[in-house]
């Protein structure tokens, strides 16, 4: 069994920052892909960014220049800096591995107030 538990989500004002957690656990082998995506209500699963094992990333549009993904392998975990938030920020964000299948968290809520 493996499980992803995040932290670090909360309420923030707009242009505020928070940094979200997510640590893998259980019977882990090698974890190709550490990421986020996010889920507004009413709206579908939006991509948030991913990072490789090997430290590559990629962003989705609506994020790139404000957040920042990090990774710690040997703590089998993911970092979100998410800085300049914006209310449409606002959204329960999914911590996502991929090994040998993929892995979701359960979800963290993040709130911007404008």
């Known amino acids: 069994q493996v499980q992803l538990l995040e932290s670090g989500g909360g309420w923030v004002q707009a242009a505020g920052s928070l940094r979200l957690t997510c640590a893998a656990a259980?019977?882990?082998?090698?974890?190709?892909?550490m990421g986020w995506y996010r889920q507004a209500p009413g709206k579908q699963r939006e991509f948030v960014a991913t990072?490789?094992?090997?430290?590559?990333?990629l962003y989705g549009v609506s994020v790139k220049g404000r957040f920042t993904i990090s990774r710690d392998n040997a703590k089998n975990t993911v970092y979100l800096q998410m800085s300049s938030l914006k209310a449409e920020d606002t959204a329960v964000y999914y911590c996502?591995?991929?090994?040998?299948?993929?892995?979701w968290g359960q979800g963290t809520q993040v709130t911007v107030s404008s």
């Open positions: 259980g019977s882990l082998s090698s974890i190709n892909i």
């Open positions: 996502y591995a991929l090994m040998s299948r993929s892995y």
């Open positions: 990072i490789a094992h090997g430290g590559s990333t």
